[in-house]
């Protein structure tokens, strides 16, 4: 790929295989349907072959990274806070980021764009932005299945469509999220909520508000009854969580979707086998 220009990058040349070894393996098992590394050697030994949309990041006009599924707030503190227990068992550090982040549940206030993959009927494409106050803002080329999310986290995409699963979840009670995110270890209704919005698109901005001027009066005006918002000094960086890596980033994130960027061994699956279940919320 060339890292030169995200707009346009080039098609890798060969397929990747994808043998699982992480904490969640969303890739492996959007392709393989399970976290089992003789199934994904079987996929490269038959020569099992499926194209794979891909995101890319760009800040600024230049390249972080490319990646197939990112987390901005609930999911980019949660990892933050994980990494700095590394001397824990994954499981264990996995579920204490999870309570610890939950306990301290914040939305964070910022300016969300993107282009819906639906162009109208004249062709044409036009960003649509809103503002206000977000607990979590996922972007996902592919459905992101795991043990713990058995239909994904992004169930109404599918590898290689064209576009990504934009899923807004803005400023709630803390019961009300939990019950959203316990959703997703079931078959569905995790989008059944008036604070979470999806939409398929092809590109995606998020400019956190600090960066816009936002005034403090705009962030105190919510209810009582919701999170109050994360309050940046100048400076800051913000965690995301990008295919599992945590990457601390300072400014506005340009998204943008490549349709089958890359050629992976495996084949399109509907579920995951489901054998791992969280007991803490």
Known sequence: MDADSPEKPVRAALPLGIIPAGSTDVVSCSVHGVRDPVTAALHIVLGHLQQVDMCSFSSHGQLVC???SAMFGFGGRSLARAEKKRWMPSSRRREYALVKTLARLRPEDCQLSFLSARKSNKGEESWVTNQGLYLSISIMSIPCLSPHAPQGLAPNTSLANGSAALIAVGNTSRSEFIKHLKRYSSSTGQFNF???????????????CSLIGCSEDESEEESD???TPFIHAEGTTFPWNIDGELVEIANEVLIRVHPRLITLYGEEVEEAESSVSCSCI
Do not use: C, N, Q, Y
């Open 225 to 227: 009854l919701k999170t």
């Open 66 to 68: 490319f990646g197939f």
């Open 194 to 208: 008036s604070f979470v919005e999806t939409h398929a698109v092809s590109a995606v901005k998020i400019r956190p």
